[in-house]
C-alpha cells in the first residue's frame, strides 16, 4: 500500500518533470502545460478548504486576484525581482484572507459561500475602479517577469518557454509540499475531523472556527502564490482573475477532478485548461462544453475524475 | 471530593422550561444514572453539562472551578468528555484514524504541522492502548463507519476515553441496540467504572443497564429533579412509580 503510493507518487512528478517533451509531441505546447500547473495550484489551493476542511469558499478567485496584482504592482513599481514579485502576491493574497477570514469563519454552509462571494466581488470592483493604480478594466499591464541571476547561472525566464516552466514547477513543488506536509500533520488530522464531523470535532476539544480560520487563511496564502505566478505567466492581471465566475471555474477543476483526492484538481484543471484552449479555437461556445463535461462527471463520477479510478482499483 | 457540582440549573427556550432549577452533585469515582420519561429534559441537561449551549441560570462547578460560561472546546480541555445519543464519529476515516485524532487533541498537538519520532510513537501506544481498552483493537483498520452499531458506539467511547476525561457523559449508550449489544456495552462501561475508576453519568432508558451499573439514580421529570438516590430507593419511590415506572409497567 505504502509503495504503491510512493509509485503513484513518483510517476506523477515523472510527468510534470517531462511536461515539456511529450507536450510537444502531443500537439501541446509548454506554456499551456505552464498554465495548467498555475491553475492546478490555484483549484488545489481551493480544494485544501474544499476538500480537507469541507468549507466551500466561492469567492477564492479573490486571493488569486490579489496574488496577481500584488506580484504585477511589485514589478511595477517596487523592484524589478521575480522571487519578491511572488512573495508579495502572496503576502497580499494571505493577509487579506486572513483579516476577511476572521469574518467569515462564522458562518457555515451556504452562508459561508455567499460571505466568500461577497467579499470577493469586494476586491473585484476594487481592481475595477481604482484605475490610477490597477489600470481598471484594462488590467494590469507594463511589467514583465525578469530573468534570475544566480551569479553563476543565469535563467532566462522571460524568453525561454522551457526554463519558465521549470520555474513555476519549482514552485508549484514547493506550495505543494507545503500543503501535504500539514495535511499529514496533527493539525491536518483536525481539518479532516472537521470535514467529518463538526460536533464531534467540536467535543473532542477542538476550537473549530479557529482551525477553520488557518485552513482558510492558509488557503489563502497558496492562492496568492498561484496567483503570482498566473501574473508572471501573462506578464499582466486581468481584474477578471478576481471576479466570482473565476472562483466558479476553480470549484469546477476541484470537483470535476476529484476533491477527495489531493491530485484530483490538478487533473480537473488539466482537462479545463487543455479543453478551453483546444475547444475555443473551434468554437466561441466552449464554455458549454466544458459545463456540459462538469454536469457528466458530477452525475456520474460524483467523486471527480481520479476519486472515479481511486474507487475502480479499490 | 465532587468531581461536578451542579446548583439550580436552568434552561428557558422562550415559555417553554426545559430544565427548571435541577442541582446534582457526581463524586469521583461515581456512575449516576439520569433517568425520566421522554422530553423530561435529560438530554438539554447534558448540553447544558457539556456546553452545547449556556444556560440560563445556574452554575456548574468542574473539579472546582466555575465552567458555566466556558466553550465546549474549553470543558473538553478541562476533562469533560461525552458521547451523544446517535453516534457521533468520523464515518469516513478508521477506527485508528478516529481515536488518533482524540489523542493528538489531548496531548496538546492539535495546532502542531509536525511531531517527531519518539511523540508519533507515543500517540501510537495510546491510541493502542485506548483501542485495547474497549476490544476493538482487532478492528483498527477498519473504516469506522463500516462497523455494526455495538462497535460504532465503542469507538466513540474510545474516543472518549482518548481525552483522558475525569468526568464521561454517555448520553444513552444503549439506544437502538439490541440484547447482545446492550450486553457488550454495558459490560464496557461497567469495566470502566469499576475497574478504571471514572467518573460517570450516563442517560439511559434501558432499566436493566441502570439497575445493573448505577450507584445513584437521578429521576427528571417535566424538567425537575424529581428523585435522587439509589436504585432500589428509586424502585420504591412512589412518585417516580406515578411518573415514570407507573407508566411504563
Known amino acids: 500500500m505504502q509503495s504503491r503510493k510512493l509509485i503513484v507518487l513518483a510517476a506523477i512528478w515523472a510527468v510534470l518533470l517531462l511536461a515539456p517533451y511529450w507536450m510537444v509531441p502531443l500537439g501541446g505546447y509548454t506554456a499551456l502545460a505552464t498554465r495548467v500547473l498555475v491553475l492546478g495550484l490555484a483549484a488545489m489551493s481551493l480544494n485544501f478548504l474544499l476538500g480537507f476542511t469541507g468549507v466551500l469558499s466561492f469567492g477564492h478567485a479573490a486571493y488569486f486576484g490579489l496574488g496577481a496584482y500584488g506580484a504585477g504592482l511589485t514589478l511595477k513599481y517596487l523592484a524589478l525581482s521575480t522571487p519578491l514579485a511572488i512573495v508579495a502576491g502572496m503576502l497580499l493574497g494571505g493577509l487579506c484572507g486572513a483579516i476577511l477570514g476572521t469574518l467569515i469563519v462564522r458562518r457555515r454552509g451556504v452562508y459561508f459561500a455567499m460571505v466568500t462571494i461577497a467579499f470577493g466581488q469586494v476586491f473585484y470592483y476594487i481592481a475595477f475602479q481604482w484605475s490610477s493604480l490597477t489600470g481598471g478594466d484594462d488590467g494590469l499591464r507594463g511589467f514583465a517577469r525578469q530573468p534570475l541571476d544566480f551569479g553563476l547561472l543565469k535563467l532566462d525566464i522571460l524568453t525561454d518557454a522551457n526554463s519558465f516552466y521549470y520555474f513555476v514547477l519549482f514552485c508549484f513543488a514547493l506550495v505543494v509540499g507545503a500543503m501535504g506536509f500539514i495535511l499529514r500533520s496533527p493539525f491536518g488530522r483536525t481539518m479532516i475531523a472537521i470535514r467529518e464531523n463538526e460536533r464531534r470535532s467540536r467535543f473532542l476539544g477542538i476550537p473549530v472556527e479557529r482551525h477553520i480560520w488557518i485552513a482558510f487563511t492558509l488557503s489563502c496564502f497558496f492562492m496568492g502564490a498561484a496567483g503570482a505566478l498566473y501574473a508572471l505567466v501573462n506578464n499582466f492581471a486581468d481584474p477578471r482573475g478576481l471576479h466570482y465566475s473565476q472562483s466558479g471555474d476553480f470549484v469546477m477543476m476541484a470537483v470535476m477532478g476529484g476533491m477527495r483526492s489531493f491530485w484530483g484538481p490538478l487533473l480537473g484543471a488539466a482537462v479545463f485548461v487543455v479543453l478551453q484552449d483546444y475547444l475555443s479555437s473551434v468554437t466561441v461556445n466552449w464554455m458549454s462544453f466544458v459545463g456540459l463535461l462538469f454536469v457528466l462527471v458530477v452525475l456520474f463520477f460524483p467523486r471527480g475524475l481520479l476519486g472515479f479510478f481511486q474507487r475502480s482499483r479499490a | ?249
Open chain 2, 1 to 249: 471530593m465532587n468531581v461536578l457540582e451542579i446548583n439550580n440549573l436552568t434552561k428557558r427556550f422562550g415559555n417553554l422550561v426545559a430544565v427548571r432549577e435541577v442541582s446534582l452533585n457526581v463524586a469521583k469515582g461515581e456512575l449516576c444514572a439520569i433517568i425520566g420519561p421522554n422530553g423530561a429534559g435529560k438530554t438539554t441537561f447534558f448540553n447544558l453539562i457539556s456546553g452545547f449551549f449556556p444556560p440560563t441560570s445556574g452554575t456548574i462547578i468542574f473539579d472546582g472551578n466555575d465552567i458555566t460560561r466556558l466553550a465546549t472546546h474549553e470543558r473538553v480541555a478541562r476533562g469533560m468528555a461525552r458521547t451523544f445519543q446517535i453516534t457521533e464519529i468520523f464515518p469516513e476515516l478508521t477506527v485508528f484514524e478516529n481515536v488518533r485524532i482524540a489523542t493528538e487533541v489531548a496531548d496538546g498537538f492539535r495546532l502542531r504541522a509536525w511531531i517527531g519520532k519518539t511523540q508519533t510513537a507515543k500517540v501510537h501506544q495510546q491510541v493502542e492502548a485506548t483501542l485495547k481498552l474497549v476490544s476493538l483493537e482487532t478492528k483498527a483498520g477498519r473504516l469506522v463507519g463500516e462497523l455494526a452499531h455495538g462497535d460504532q458506539r465503542a469507538a466513540e467511547i474510545a474516543m472518549a476515553l482518548a481525552l483522558k476525561p475525569h468526568l464521561l457523559l454517555l448520553d444513552e449508550p444503549t439506544a437502538g441496540m439490541g440484547d447482545q449489544e446492550t450486553y457488550q456495552i454495558t459490560q464496557l462501561i461497567r469495566k470502566l467504572h469499576r475497574d478504571s475508576n471514572y467518573s460517570i453519568v450516563l442517560i439511559e432508558h434501558d432499566m436493566r443497564v441502570v439497575f445493573h451499573l448505577a450507584d445513584r439514580v437521578c429521576v427528571l421529570d417535566q424538567g425537575r429533579m424529581l428523585a435522587q438516590g439509589t436504585p432500589q430507593q428509586i424502585a420504591a419511590n412512589e412518585a417516580v412509580q406515578a411518573a415514570y415506572l407507573g407508566q411504563a409497567a
